[in-house]
């Protein structure tokens, strides 16, 4: 009898469960499908990519098998100037497309229309690469951004995109939010200002749309700085954000925010080794007053994490 008990206080609690996970995961899942993307749901599910998080493709959440986002100001079929530059999404050969493109029902069902009809996302072949960009259309008079597959409807490949754009205008940007991510900086920055007076500091609130396809959405769950959401529209030095993450003593003298130097790497832009003992010792000679100026802050190498945080927050931030 004390057996039975257990077993069906055992297949209770399993039900209980199993019914709270559907009502917390599976019923809002409609809700998302339902609301239709945002220009900034569609720009940051295609330069993030499948997923932020852990996955098998990237196990140590490093940024592992990410897009490219590109600025483009030339076609890269025609050498055409393109005014104003185009953003676009580089996938090359191999790499896992975002989740609206595998799965266009999570862009709304307008959206999901415009980008299969007009966009021609449904023609991309991971095997071969794609180039996607954002489109606009006019549905009943008003303006609907939709994903273009420009590889089909613009004849524009992986390799003349990347090559067009070339180092100085390509972003690492998916490679930057897994930074974001596995560096713990959600712990402290949201994502979701609130509908309080932070409208007036940090920006409108986020839309339900411009979470379409982002996985896992970052919202933030505990306040203990700024919220970042909007923070390139205020801020859009890149100098002071390499200062900020070197050391952010530098430029808020009273931060509680870790130093993130480690990020460099080991060498500079040049190859050089970095002296980060040298270069701490004569930081706290200025705050000392042992010296008039902090030391310079070292020149990060093109393919350190840190260029691929800072683009992510320079271009995604806005």
Not at 129 to 145: P, Q, R, S, Y
Not at 247 to 265: A, C, E, K, T
Request: net charge neutral; with cysteine.
């Amino acid at each position: 009898m004390a057996f039975q008990n257990y077993r069906w206080g055992t297949a209770g609690i399993g039900g209980m469960f199993g019914l709270s996970m559907t009502i917390t995961l599976f019923f809002p899942s409609f809700d998302f499908r339902s609301a239709e993307s945002t220009w900034v749901g569609l720009d940051k599910s295609m330069s993030n990519g499948r997923t932020i998080g852990f996955s098998y493709e990237d196990p140590t959440v490093t940024g592992q098998g990410k897009p490219l986002t590109v600025i483009l100001n030339k076609d890269p079929k025609t050498g055409a100037t393109i005014d104003p530059p185009v953003r676009a999404y580089v996938y090359r050969p191999g790499t896992p497309f975002a989740s609206p493109l595998n799965h266009p029902d999570n862009l709304g069902p307008t959206v999901k229309r415009l980008s299969i009809d007009k966009g021609k996302i449904d023609q991309a072949v991971k095997a071969q690469g794609a180039v996607f960009t954002i489109n606009h259309a006019d549905v009943n008079g008003e303006e609907w951004a939709y994903a273009e597959n420009a590889s089909v409807t613009r004849g524009w490949t992986v390799d003349a995109a990347l090559s067009t754009a070339g180092d100085a205008n390509t972003k690492y940007v998916g490679r930057g939010k897994s930074i974001y991510i596995h560096e713990g900086c959600w712990w402290c920055h949201t994502l979701l200002p609130e509908h309080t007076q932070d409208w007036q500091v940090f920006g409108t609130p986020p839309y339900l749309g411009d979470f379409n396809g982002e996985m896992p959405t970052a919202f933030g769950s505990d306040r203990k700085a700024p919220d970042i959401l909007h923070v390139a529209s205020r801020n859009s030095s890149r100098e002071w954000m390499m200062m900020h993450f070197f050391n952010p003593r530098l430029v808020q003298p009273n931060s509680i925010m870790p130093r993130f130097d480690y990020l460099w790497g080991r060498v500079d832009v040049n190859g050089n080794p970095i002296d980060f003992s040298t270069w701490r010792k004569e930081y706290t000679a200025y705050r000392k007053g042992e010296r008039p100026y902090p030391p310079e802050v070292p020149e990060y190498a093109r393919n350190a994490e840190i260029r691929a945080l800072i683009d992510w927050v320079l271009t995604s931030l806005k």
